[in-house]
């Protein structure tokens, strides 16, 4: 961004640690509980419990309908929850009208005033709230100080690239200086080159201004690149919520460790030599009761492949599948008497030997600590 922005230059005030916050102990920044809320009838959202951290970026990530969007709305006042509450440091919120709420929103489409110019974009929330001229001007000029858009204060939206136009309403949402900043898909609109440019920009500016931000989003390298934590919803619900390494890496259920990213998820019975056999393929299982069913996970860049048949492999198998993904290759290998394996290899340069083609026999293998144990099932006896 063109713009340097002043270390004192606070927008919504510095984030603070445990004791600094003014939150009470146990409190989150913003606390929704036991949160319903639906259309005609139909529920849509049934969210025991979540609480956001002072300053944190949070991701609300899930599959269309799962409810992540009426989250948002329902923060922002735009939808009527069936039930429960919302309260933003320590207060309920929950029947206030969206104008009373000090909350920013950041829109999919931007929803900027095509008629207006940049600077006068900015400017209306603060105008609606009855801020003073001068006062106006300064906030406005740190907004748009802010996002690198001091030069085309005088520009109208028409003028601006995409990637501008969304720079101004997070400057507009920024100037009013919220408690919250919630963000509906607000880069959805952008091509490729312009969303991963656009992800920078936006993680920089909400580390620098501390600004607590809730994002919804559908795209899963969005959340995991961008966010402090990240909730994944399913059918209303929260499936978990943790980090974005914790969330991929341990994910709590069968339904995170397929949604978030690819994984290979095999199910079988745990032998008496502590050998979990899935159908052909077999994994050590120390930790697992032998005579019981269980689920595990391998991610499929965790899977080594070699070309050929060798003695030490976790299983042998054909190759059914190959593609070209760009900085990798993705190869299907049906697992001999047993499943389809998905392996992610790694491209790693113009000299490196392209992983075998379709037919091919090869040999896999990968390291236990990367299997990943969804349930360790009951007793089949």
């Known amino acids: ?158 003028q601006l690239s995409g990637g501008q136009q969304q720079r101004v309403a997070m400057a507009r949402a920024l100037a009013t200086r919220p408690a919250v900043l919630l963000l509906d898909e607000p880069l959805s609109n952008l091509d490729a080159k312009l969303r991963r440019e656009m992800r920078v920009e936006l993680r920089s500016i909400q580390r620098r201004v501390g600004t607590t931000m809730v994002f919804v989003t559908h795209d899963q390298e969005e959340a995991l690149s961008l966010s402090d934590r990240i909730a994944v919803l399913n059918g209303g619900r929260l499936e978990q ?44 299982a120390p930790g697992l009761v032998p005579g019981r069913e269980a689920v595990i996970a391998i991610r499929p860049e965790r899977i080594r492949l070699v070309h050929g048949d060798t003695a030490d492999a976790g299983a042998t198998g054909t190759v059914a599948y190959r593609a070209f993904t760009g900085d990798a290759w993705q190869v299907e290998v049906r697992v001999t008497g047993g499943p389809t394996l998905t392996v992610q290899v790694a491209d790693t340069g113009a000299g490196s030997v392209d992983p075998p083609g379709a037919g091919s026999t090869v040999a896999l293998s990968w390291d236990p600590a990367d299997l990943i144990v969804l349930e360790s099932g009951a007793d089949r006896s």
Do not use: W
């Open 1 to 158: 961004m063109a713009a340097a922005v002043e270390p004192d230059l606070q927008l919504t005030g510095t984030p603070s640690g445990s004791g600094e916050s003014g939150e009470p102990d146990g409190a989150g920044h913003v606390e929704i509980e036991h949160l319903t809320a639906g259309y005609d009838g139909a529920r849509v959202l049934d969210l025991e419990r979540l609480s956001i951290r002072r300053g944190e970026f949070l991701s609300i990530l899930g599959p269309s309908g799962c409810g992540k969007t009426t989250l948002l709305n329902c923060v922002a006042g735009f939808v009527t929850p069936g039930g429960g509450r919302i309260l933003v440091d320590g207060t309920d919120i929950t029947r206030l009208p969206p104008y009373r709420r000090e909350l920013g929103m950041v829109f999919q489409n931007y929803a900027l005033f095509p008629h207006l110019t940049v600077a006068d974009n900015v400017a209306y929330g603060l105008r609606v709230r009855r801020v003073g001229r001068t006062e106006r001007a300064e906030r406005v000029d740190e907004a748009l100080s802010l996002v690198g858009l001091e030069a085309y204060a005088g520009r109208r939206p028409r």
């Open 241 to 284: 919520l943790g980090t974005p390494d914790e969330i991929y890496r341990r994910p709590a259920t069968r339904f995170v460790a397929q949604f978030i990213g690819a994984a290979n998820v095999l199910e079988g019975t745990v032998r008496e030599d502590a050998v979990l056999d899935a159908g052909g393929v077999t994994f050590d």
